[in-house]
């Protein structure tokens, strides 16, 4: 096919390295940047195109459709990372849970998982034939970026997967999920352990499609208490990374671990194996560059709700965390959380403009 074709008389040629250069904590021009949901709603291109298509999962089914809104944040922007176009519930969607999208409410589930049974029954999906949507995705978004900037896979943490299938939908209390984990600790190791099999295999048939880099999301992994959090999520993510490819034609495949609120159990997170650990804006990046050291790539941290300020505002707090992470490299701009879809796409501009004018000092000896 084309897009195969194109992939492979691309894999040598990557225009634009920076991000993989910063994970790999190599020297740079300027700090690279990716934004967490750069495509989605706060963009009208993106609102137009999930119209047309109809609902977010057909979007999403669709390779071309895929492909076209991965890019369109790419149109606007001087991003430095393609992120793949899809969701981390298309594991649990695989394993027949029924997923469906309620407008306003988010993400739900018809079958949730909640006893050892139903544990048990869960079926381990095979990513290359259940999930081969989404791989085609991938190629075709190889194809299309033609070596402009790599692309990023992505997957749920076994943790935040199991917190939408076993509540069934998003949570504010999680009441349902702990309940099992202290309930039936054994249940929810069965539970993390399959799904950790899933995520390695999911995120290896995109990285054997095409994906260049791959961020595990651990999303809901600050609910937990300290030795609820090493002994139910990083454990399992830690899994994961040992069983992920590693290099794939000719370059590093790096990994990023992001547990949102964890910036508290970095030293651990930074020590599971992974290339690059992103953190939310609660974390000061100076202070988990001292504790980190050389282990490890730092990405993030702009609180995204600095965006609904004034573009003064913006590039003063852009400023102020490149001061924070200082000189050299290892760092990857990014929000510390995904962008609010009520984000004026202008907002974003003041904030790439602050960022390409002020982040080539820190990288200047
Ligand atoms: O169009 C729509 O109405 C759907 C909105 C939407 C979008 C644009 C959903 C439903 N998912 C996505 C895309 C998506 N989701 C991407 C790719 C886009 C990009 O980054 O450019 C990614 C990486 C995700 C990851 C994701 N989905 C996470 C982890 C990251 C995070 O933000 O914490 C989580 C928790 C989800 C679940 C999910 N899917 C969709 C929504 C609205 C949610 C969040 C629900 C909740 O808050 O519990």
Known sequence: TSASAASAAT????????????????????????????????????????AEAGSFMDLCRNQDLACEVTLQPLERYPLDAAILFSDILTIPDAMDLGLYFVTGEGPKFKKTVRTPA???????P????????????????RGELNGRVPLIGFSGSPWTLATYMVEGSSSKDFRHVKAMLYDTPDAMHQLLDKLAHSVTDYLNAQ???????????????????????????????EQI?????REHDGRRVPVIMFTKNGGQWLEQ??????????????????DARQRVGHRVALQGNLDPNVLFARPSAIRAEVARVLESYGHGPGHVFNLGHGISQFTNPDNV????????????QYHRD
């Open 349 to 360: 501009t003041a904030f790439m403009d602050a960022l390409n004018e002020l982040s080539p």
């Open 241 to 245: 990374v040992a069983g992920l490819i």
């Open 118 to 124: 139903e544990v048990e029954a869960l079926k381990v």
């Open 269 to 286: 997170i930074s020590a599971a194996g992974a290339d690059g650990v992103g953190l939310d804006w609660s974390t000061e990046l100076s």
């Open 126 to 141: 095979d990513a290359e034939r259940d999930l081969d949507y989404v791989m085609r995705a991938v190629s075709t978004i």
């Open 207 to 237: 990285i054997r499609a095409g994906a260049q880099a791959v961020q595990i999301f651990d999303t809901w992994g600050g609910a937990l208490s300290t030795p609820a959090y090493l002994e139910f999520s990083l454990r399992y993510m």
């Open 11 to 50: 894999a040598s040629t990557l225009h634009n390295d920076r991000f993989l250069r910063a994970l790999a904590r190599q020297p740079v021009d300027r700090t690279p940047v990716w934004m967490m949901r750069q495509a989605g709603r706060y963009l009208p291109e993106y609102r137009a195109k999930r």
